[in-house]
Structures are given as C-alpha cells and as structure tokens.
C-alpha cells in the first residue's frame, strides 16, 4: 500500500509528539488496536473442522456486525476461488428479507447471529423469522457480549457462542471474532488478512513510513475540519463499493459528537464514491462545487486485465477506435489518473491517494486498519470520544415505547 | 403525495413571484418541464407489439442514461409483476460486466444503447464489448441526440434509433424516450408514471397544494446553502435505493457550480441514505455531529404488511416479545417516526417529510417531478445554470489525451 498526500501537510511546528503519544496511551485500552496480534486457533479449528456440506455462511447483523466482514467478502469474492457464499441480513425491510430468503437454503446453510449488546431490535427481529422457519440450534452460532441476553439464551439452547472481546465496539470489529468468523468459514485467509493490518500497525508505531503521512494527514484534516466537512473516499473499483459503507459508518459515527471539553456539536460527513461510474453522477459537484470536500483516491494497481474492448471499427464511430484492444481495467486506471489531474489543476481541492497492490487479504486488512488508525487520530485532534454512540439511543428509546404502546393496545 | 416542512419557513417578506416567474420563463426553453404532456403514441406502439420472447431488457448507459429507468424499475419490481426484468451496464468495472453476462441470456434480450453524445467512452466502450458477442442489428435500439455520430452509425446499420427531445440534459431525461423505453418495454405503466409528474406540475404552476412549500423550501436551502451544505434524503424502504443515486446525480450535478454572477464555486452536496440500516451508521453523525445538514424523510405509507415477526417468546430475551406478531413494515414505520421525533427534539436540525401513499408508477413519477422542480428552484436562487455540467470535461479532455498517446505507443 501506497500513499500520496497532494495537499500542503506540512506541520513541521506542531508537536506531533503529544498527538502520537496519546494514540499510544488509548492502544492500552481500546481493544481495536491490538486486533492483529489475537489469537485466532480456536477460530481456525471452527472454521476448518467445519461440516462440508454446508455450502452458505448466513448473517445475521447490522451496522458494525454485518459491514466490515461484508467489506472484506465483496472485495475478495470477484478473484479468489472463497468456498462458501456469504450473505447479510441487515435491514428488516421485506423486500431485503424475501430477496435473501430466495437466495438462501437454509439447510445448507449456517447462520451467525451477530448483536453486540444482544438486544440489537433488527437483528432480533430477524432472527425470530428465521428461527421460525428452521430451529435447529446446531445451525446457529451466535456472537454477542459476554454475558449478555443474548449470550444466556445461545448457552441455554446449547448453540455454539463467541464473545467479542473487550472495548471493540462495533464498527472497530471487523479484525475480531465478528468478521473473522464468517470470513473464515467462507474461506478467507485471516491470517494474512490480519497480517496485513498488522504492517500497518507497525509501520504507524515503530517510526516506519505511515507514521508522518498519517499524521500529517489527520492533522489536515482536523485543523480543517470546519472548512473541509466532507470527506469522499473515491475508489476506482467496484470491489470496494462494501468497503466505502464500512469507512462510511467507521467516519461517522466515530467523529460526529458533541466535542469532549465544548457545548460543539463536530464531526466530518464520509461519502464513498465509486468510480468511473459517479464520475456521471459527482464529479461535477466536486470539480466546481462549494470547496468543502476532501478527496483520497483508492486504485487497485493490478487487476482483471483479461477482459478488454474488441478491436473492431465501426462506421461514424472511428474516433472511438482509440479505445480497441485496452483492457477495462486499464481503461479505469486511466480514468481515474484523468480525473485526479483534472482536480489537481483546480489547485485548491485537498487530494491524496491511496495505492493498493494487489486484490487479496493483506491488501483490505492493510486498508481498514489505516483508516481505523486515521479515524483515531482526527478524533482525538478533534476533541470527541471516538468510540461511543449516545446519539442513537434517543431514537431507540422512542421505538421502545412506541412498541410498548401497541403491545398495549394489543392486549385491551 | 403529502409534504410537511418541520423547519420554519416563512419568507412572507419575500416576493416569490420573481422565482415563479423564472422557473416560468424556463419552461419555455427547458425541455423536462414539458415531458408530461408528451405524445407517447410511438413509444407505446414500439412496446405492444414487440417480440415475446425477448424477456430481457439490457440498458447500456451510465449517469442520467441509466440512473433514472433504474430508480423507477426498483422502485416497482418487488410489488409490480412486470413483464420483462432489466439489467443496466453502467460501468466499464470488469467485475460489473462479468456479473451482468453471467445474468443475462444474450439471445433472449433487446439491448438498448443510451448516449445522449454518442460518444460516452464507458457505454460505447461497453457496447463495442456486446456487439462483438452478437452483432444482429435488430437486437439493438440507440437512443441519442439527432445528428449524433451514434445516430448515424445507428441508421448505417438499419438499427431502430430514438432521439432525446431537444434541451432535455441527461439528468432530466428520465421522463423522456430515455427512460420511458425501456421502462414501457419493461411493464411499466408509463402512461401513470407521467401522470404522477403532472400532478405535481399543475399543483405548482396552477396554484396547488405544493406551490408554496416548494418555494418556500427552495428558499430555505438556498438561504441556508452555506450553512446547511449537505441535504440527506432518508428513504425508508430499500425500493427507495436507486431513486437516492437518482436524487444524488441529478442535485450534486445540477447545483454544484461556479455561479453565474460571481467568481465563487457554490453547491449542496446530497447524500442518500436508506433507512433502518444506515441508523446503525450515519445518524450519529445527524444527531450529534455538525449542524450542516439538512434532512429529508422519505416513508412509503403502506406496503408489504403480510411479512410479520413471529409470535415467538425465546429463553432470557422475553423482552423483545414485544415485537412479536408485528409486521416488518410496521416496524420501519415506527423506527422512522422514532428517529424522526429524536432528530425533531434536538431542535437546530432542518428536517421536513415526504409521504408516499403507495408502491405505483404515480407515486414515482411524483417524486421524480418534484425533486426536479425543486432543484430548479434551488438552482435559480443560488445563481447556477442547473442545466449544463462544464467540470466534467477537464478530465474527458485528459483521457483522450491519454488514450491517444497509447495508441501511439502502440504504433511503435
């Protein structure tokens, strides 16, 4: 993994030295941080002992329990041979619903329920529809907080569990039991998956080549953090479009707070971009739009060169014969190099690159752990506890008594 | 359709009529405006009588060449028994194209090439990769503007052509041939779909029910376009999805712009987001983060109540009993209303809701109308042309240069 930063990011007379040693201090107890170092036999020996009649791996989760692993299927499914398909629940729409149930066998299939606190109102929804049709409790597995709800009925019908470990939340748990599970049953190296996190980690740590860029790049982005409050992730390949919903909910959710020491309500609005398609759709907003966005390109450098525009020359579209014989995908690394000049030559829009080598684990565990990384440092430099959410629960609290009112209703 | 502005709106010291007497004024050389009256005559012919065993409709084209027949099919398939399915190319992603071939039965399909240029470089691109897998001429209809280099190769080899009515942009043309093709094609009653339009066209120009809430939360955005510089759609339902990419092109395109009169880049960046997923990732950010969003509701009153939670009560989670015997779209209803109400009571959120009453090609076509009206308006007070897209071009121009550079190289 490459990075380029192309705006002006020197803070050579800040003291960096305060930022970085607060980052350290958080690695003591915020669980995301040393993710790459777990244990991961008792994982493997699930995953490989596992029945091999069971084609379709099943998920049940949201938000934080469903986008990274789904991040990291989608990114791998188009070039490694995986062996089980996964799937998502993640809404409690029907439509989604009945999409997924004529897709799915359940007898093949295993199905992971995924809830952090246990009580998650879709994911539980969802689950009873689905324990209603089949209630093997072989069938499931369940992931859930040590001790919660959740975790005492899984024990009580004797279902398999894992818990997560401690102080991951939910959108910093992908490299933990709850991505690595699913992954791994659908046959995703997590080992190099977290390998690959791991480089990053050291890199950022040990004084190795990540550590000023990202530094510096969370410091861009927080001085200017009112001036540029948009940040879009544009990433040249369709294999990341999960990914772009992972780092949408990581950004969000992780930076937009009331700040720690100010009555200030912050934060920065992530918006995944996928190209060359919202180049028709985006492109014009950010080219002479309000100057309020910041823009990091993400390019796979090499991939799916095989399928390439046929040299054949029609009548009245000769012009067009520049494009014969280029495969798709050089053609999508040409347009994204074209896009970034283009922006570059306005001067005044804050751009950077991200350079992926290959499609594979080490590449997207390298990937969420630089922007896991990154998302820690605007927090901190912003003033806001990166790791909690209060602002959902108002709503949850209202749905609550809503229900409780129906069921009210129900009974006179 | 029934609109409700939560923000206060009052403008009475301003004199409206100079807006309405612009937008006026461009319904006489803006050709969307005037798409509901349409003669759809040949259209319909060209649908009745066509093949039977054609099952597939294939559109090639990208940005406004696709993105609004899509919004609409997804809109209705999942309650809708249409009569054909469609699959859209809008992408030169290998992985996109491998996906899309494996789904679709060339000899069983019509393919419809959308540029309104002629020359888009992904759907011609694209085109040129089908045509060489079946060049019978009849599997083809082009759509594009007259006198197009597309439209004369299009004559050249005896396919059928359509041509874009004259100062339709691509991102207002859904209501056109564009999308009403291969919608008809499709199955959708198109003949409703632009009566849902006209019913929101007559009730702004003659007076009705949405004159004054439209201008007066076109003159809240534009007003506010520097302070509140995102706009959220928040859709409940996932048939909501496309029509959000929708949105998302047609406002980021149409407003993000140098003003007319100034030297300043302006523009309001539109962000999609469906419900209740994305409140396990962006409301955290709405709800605490920045105040510099503006929030649209968007709920569906009644649709797919026959999917319920099952009336089930589980070991140590009697708690979420209380959702037993509900149906699932009940159940979003009441987390919209939840997080509508949260969002209301922090009291500096500009929020307002569009209701829906039903899943049919009128309540699409409302939609569609009104999202285009009020981008005009927007468009209008912030001093844009709504209608051109010159930022797009620099990096056209980069390409071209590119590409011919490697056919050069390619000569050596």
Known sequence: MKSKLHFKSDFSTIDKTKLFNAIEKEKESIG???????????????ANNFDENIDTVVVIGIGGSSLGAKAIYEFLKPSNNLKRKLYFFESTDPININELLEKIEILKSHIFVISKSGTTVETMAVFKYLYSLDSTNSRYTFITDSGSKLDKFANKIGSKVFNLPKNVGGRFSVLSVVGLLPLALGGVDIKALLDGALKIKESFFNDGYLKESLLNKALFYAKYHTTYNINCLFAYSQTLKYFAEWYVQLWGESLGKKQRHSAFNVGVTPIGLIGPKDQHSFLQLIMEGTRDKSITFIKIDDFHKSLKIPNISLPH???????????????????SESVLEALLNEGDIPIDEIIIDEVNEESIGELIYYYELLTSLVGELIDVDTYNQPGVEAGKIILKQKLQELGFRFQD
Do not use: V
């Open 32 to 46: 995301y941080y040393n993710l790459p170092e777990q244990n991961i036999d008792e994982i493997l020996e699930y």
């Open 317 to 335: 579209l000769e012009e067009l014969d520049i494009l014969n014989d280029i495969s798709f995908s050089d053609l999508i690394s040409m347009q």
